[in-house]
């Protein structure tokens, strides 16, 4: 089994900064594309950023020349830094990954969720 924990949101204020980290743990062979959603009250999951293991990565357009995703390998974790945070970025930042486990091949898991509030 495979446990996606995720850390780093909270409260902040329009135009401040935060980090999300994601690590994975468990039993698997390696861990392929990575990412971040968000959901906001009454709106439908979206993808915000995702990156590959080899680091090739993609942005929604609303967090395009603000958010970072990035991700170390040996330590099983992908990061997302958000700067220049607006209210409309008030979410709950969801971590996914693809994970290629030992004897069942290829399979996507969720984190809990971590809440990020934009707020003055």
């Known amino acids: 089994q495979v446990q996606l924990v995720e850390s780093g949101g909270g409260l902040v204020q329009p135009g401040g900064s935060l980090r999300l980290s994601c690590a994975a743990s468990?039993?698997?062979?390696?861990?392929?594309?990575m990412g971040w959603y968000r959901q906001a009250p009454g709106k439908q999951r979206e993808l915000v950023a995702s990156?590959?293991?080899?680091?090739?990565?993609v942005y929604a357009d609303s967090v395009k020349g603000r958010f970072t995703i990035s991700r170390d390998n040996a330590k099983n974790t992908v990061y997302l830094q958000m700067n220049s945070l607006k209210p409309e970025d008030t979410a709950v930042y969801y971590c996914?990954?693809?994970?290629?486990?030992?004897?069942?091949?290829?399979?996507?898991?969720w984190g809990q969720g971590t809440q990020v509030t934009v707020s003055s």
């Open positions: 996914n990954a693809d994970v290629l486990e030992y004897y069942t091949g290829t399979s996507n898991y």
């Open positions: 468990g039993s698997f062979f390696s861990i392929n594309a």
């Open positions: 990156i590959t293991r080899g680091g090739n990565t």
